[in-house]
């Protein structure tokens, strides 16, 4: 039994979310391979070798992957399927693309968003925006699985004596192509891989005011910035901020909710945080029930006097 | 060109689901049922391409219990211009619903395929990519922007770190994203008229389809529950609350 992880990574180096995955596949059990689909990406290569517990690099290295479009990404897996019982990605926005392209091109059906490895057949699963864990059990000879970043330690990106192959790379899919990419710039922790996350909501009031009050804490506590539906929808922030069962899943040590209410959809991607703090001036906000330390009262007071405090 | 949008019935998004005591599921016995609020999106999505003269006919589709039927109508109020049921009682996997949908497709033969980018039930996320794979078919996942020209799709995508255009080649498959538009409230006119649109029904036998799960649920758990709902009383309480007892900062 083998396991093939689809690394996500930008040529040069892993994703942080590869080092996850990798995780999960380790605790499936067997061999742990990964695959490289990339453009001059034997820096990827070479770091995916050296994480922990993984003993063979498969790279594909083609302009056909420069822009890592999951058409040819997803023929480039089942190029080298055969060999392997579990297909693992993560579950982010390249992994959904690809993985259920797989998965559908192998006949098989995909275990999505994992949070826990039973065997090698049974995985626990959120569903109903994490309102209920179900444990599935696939009847497919190969399982294609997609993982939860924060359900799983990243594996060390040491301590591996993994051999990079070369594998022939597929053509160009020619069904899509990349015109071009507007990526946020920021100097702050990834939101999935932050320690500390600090998020606004509607009560806000204007991206004006969000950035005003809230930069600061998030530059006092080296915070990644996250933002609600409402305040994402309403134009404060770029879409990549939005926590939630439809937007982010995220797991920091401190999550601080400034202005938001709580929705179900909202805590479906911020309430396996370790610590979470809300700051909200109505007491009876369902944010509050979640919350190990709530304070009641107006953020545009309390948060000033916290970065003060600081 | 016919756009085909695929619309799921689902628990409503404002209900709060409870596990059933004996593990087996979760209970939605006498629940609101509505459409998956990403497919509304969709409907909107592909009505406003006909408006633009971009479609000819928009065909909505569901798979699943009769009561789907309810979903459909809600689509035609939208504008969509016809629906189609596959109605089932078995359980149906996201590889059974793109096999079905294919089978529509080869029937229909749209330039363009919309669906929701995942259903808020299962949250999947799959249905989508699996039929652009089984048509051999282009992707773009996420939009949250369209423009039909000729036979090119140019879709901006939210994605990670921010957004990213692509341009897929006609026919394609696009899945929405929660703010490519505001589907519109579908007034009581269209409503009306949406009772005598055409609504044609198969069964997945008639498709040819084995719809047969390949996942089997052992069991259903609740999460486990946090422990929140402590108050502090002002912003020196809280600092002290996360230097010494929980010490995160
Ligand atoms: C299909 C679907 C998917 C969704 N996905 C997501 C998702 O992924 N993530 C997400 O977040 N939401 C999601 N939502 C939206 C969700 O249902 C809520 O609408 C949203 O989370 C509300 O955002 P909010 O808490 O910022 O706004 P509100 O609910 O309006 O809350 C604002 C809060 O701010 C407080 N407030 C106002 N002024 C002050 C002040 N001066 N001081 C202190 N507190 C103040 C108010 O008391 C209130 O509690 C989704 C909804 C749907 C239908
Ligand atoms: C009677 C019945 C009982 C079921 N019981 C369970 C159960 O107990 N547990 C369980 O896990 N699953 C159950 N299912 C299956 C489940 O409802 C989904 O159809 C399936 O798992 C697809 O996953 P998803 O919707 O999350 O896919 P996603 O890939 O997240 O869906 C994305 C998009 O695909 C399209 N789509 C998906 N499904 C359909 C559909 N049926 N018709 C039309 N378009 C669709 C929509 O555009 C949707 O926005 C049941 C289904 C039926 C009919």
Redesign the interface.
């Known amino acids: 039994m083998a396991n093939l992880v689809i690394a996500e990574h930008d040529h040069g180096s892993l994703k942080a979310a590869t080092l996850n995955v990798i995780s999960a596949a380790s605790a499936i059990g067997g061999d742990v391979h990964v695959l490289v689909a990339g453009h001059n990406a034997s820096a990827a290569a070479a770091a995916a070798a050296q994480v922990a517990g993984v003993s063979k690099v498969l790279l594909a290295d083609s302009a056909a992957h420069a822009n890592l479009l999951p058409e040819s990404a997803a023929a480039q897996v089942v190029a080298v399927a055969a060999a392997y019982s579990h297909i693992l990605a993560p579950a982010t926005a390249y992994g959904k693309g690809v993985a259920p392209r797989v998965a559908a091109l192998l006949d098989k059906a995909q275990i999505s968003d994992i949070i826990k490895v039973v065997d090698a057949d049974t995985f626990v699963r959120p569903i109903y925006a994490g309102n209920a864990y179900a444990t599935v059990k696939s009847s497919d000879s190969v399982k294609v699985v997609t993982v939860r970043g924060t359900a799983f330690a990243a594996a060390a990106t040491s301590g591996g004596s993994g051999t990079v192959e070369n594998v022939m790379a597929v053509a160009d899919s020619g069904l899509s192509t990349f015109v071009s990419a507007e990526i946020t710039k920021s100097e702050r922790p990834e939101l999935t891989a932050a320690k500390i996350i600090v998020s606004g909501g509607r009560g806000l009031g204007s991206g004006e005011k969000y950035r005003e009050v809230l930069t600061p804490l998030a530059d006092k506590l080296n915070a990644a910035m996250g933002a609600s539906r409402a305040a994402v929808d309403a134009g404060f922030v770029p879409n990549d901020y939005q926590v939630g069962q439809t937007g982010k899943i995220v797991a920091p040590d401190l999550y601080i909710a400034v202005g938001i209410s709580g929705a179900i959809q909202h805590l479906a991607g911020m309430k396996d945080s370790k610590v979470i703090v809300a700051i909200n001036k109505d007491p009876d906000a369902p944010i509050f029930g979640v919350a190990d330390y709530g304070l009641v009262g107006d953020l545009f007071e309390a948060v000033p006097q916290l970065v003060a405090a600081l | 060109m016919k756009i085909l949008v695929p619309v799921k019935r689902v628990?409503d998004?404002n209900v709060?689901?409870r596990?059933k005591a004996d593990n087996t599921g979760?209970d939605i016995a006498n629940v609101k049922m509505s459409m998956n609020p990403?497919c509304e999106i969709a409907v909107e999505e592909a009505v406003r391409l006909r408006e633009k003269s971009v479609a000819t006919e928009v065909i909505a589709v569901s798979a699943g219990v009769v009561q789907c039927q309810e979903t459909l109508r809600n689509a035609m109020a939208i504008g969509a211009d016809r629906g189609i049921l596959i109605e089932t009682d078995v359980e149906l996997?996201?590889?059974a619903v793109?096999k079905l949908l294919k089978a529509i497709v080869d029937k229909e033969q749209p330039g363009l395929v919309i669906l929701g980018?995942?259903a808020?039930?299962?949250?999947?996320?799959?249905?989508?990519?699996?039929?652009?794979?089984?048509l051999?078919?282009?992707?773009?996942?996420?939009a949250?922007k369209v423009e039909v020209a000729g036979d090119v799709a140019?879709v901006t995508?939210?994605?990670?770190?921010?957004?990213?255009?692509?341009?897929?080649?006609l026919p394609?498959i696009i899945t929405t994203?929660?703010?490519l538009n505001e589907p519109r409230y579908a007034t009581l006119p269209n409503i009306m008229k949406a009772k005598k649109k055409q609504l044609d029904i198969f069964k997945p036998a008639d498709l040819g389809v084995d719809v047969t799960?390949?996942?089997?649920?052992?069991?259903?758990?609740?999460?486990p529950k946090?422990?929140?709902?402590?108050?502090?009383a002002?912003?020196?309480a809280?600092?002290d609350?996360?230097k010494n007892e929980?010490k995160?900062?």
């Open positions: 628990v998004y709060k689901v596990v979760v990403f996997q996201p590889l793109a980018k995942q808020i039930d299962d949250d999947a996320n799959q249905t989508g990519q699996m039929l652009a794979a089984l051999g078919w282009g992707q773009a996942t996420f949250s140019t995508r939210e994605i990670d770190g921010g957004a990213e255009t692509v341009a897929i080649k394609a994203d929660l703010r799960p390949r996942l089997t649920t052992l069991r259903v758990d609740e999460p946090r422990q929140g709902g402590v108050k502090v002002d912003v020196a809280l600092i609350k996360l929980a995160v900062i």
